[in-house]
């Protein structure tokens, strides 16, 4: 950086000049250009499932959706407890979309440190991947009074912390 202040020379401006001014609205521009490309392919039990940039951006407005439908305004902190897949991208998008901003709690951290980062972030709402994630939230209930409601991605129901 110390290297910019010794040149007159100015930057290409014009690279960055039409970028898209938020990251859903990249995501919604790259749905709409094209909606029947692949746009992930991730494991499944049998092997690989191939999604469309149509099929994600659907599903991306659901999650969306349903965050406002629980509560979630804009500026909003949604925890995403959970490892790295499939899932995991169509709810950050999910969250993203719906105005709020992610904090993502890695599935490895232990209860202690989980209770920590959803109360400081100000998480409402929790996305946990399964039970083992929902487990380290009931566990620290009470370090957590501000989380309304968990959903989970491997499960039949959304569980209640509440108890």
């Known amino acids: 950086m110390a290297g910019l202040h010794k040149t007159q020379e100015r930057p290409d401006m014009s690279r960055i000049e039409n970028r898209a001014p938020s990251v859903p609205r990249m995501f919604l521009d790259r749905v709409a250009a ?45 925890a995403l407890a959970s490892g790295t897949r499939y899932e995991w991208v169509v709810a950050d998008f999910g969250i993203l979309s719906a105005g709020a901003a992610t904090t993502t709690v890695y599935p490895t951290t232990n209860g202690e440190d989980v209770a920590f980062i959803v109360a400081n972030s100000g998480s ?33 129901e959304t569980p209640s912390i509440t108890e």
């Open 34 to 78: 094209s909606p029947t490309a692949e746009a992930f392919r991730y494991p499944d039990h049998d092997g690989w499932t191939s999604v469309t940039w149509r099929q994600v951006g659907d599903r991306v407005e659901l999650i969306a959706a349903g965050l406002i439908a629980l509560g979630i305004n804009a500026e909003d902190r949604v």
């Open 124 to 156: 409402r709402v929790v996305i946990a991947e399964n039970q083992t994630q929902v487990d380290k939230l009931v566990d620290r209930r009470s370090e957590i009074p501000a989380v309304e409601k968990v959903v989970i991605i491997d499960g039949t």
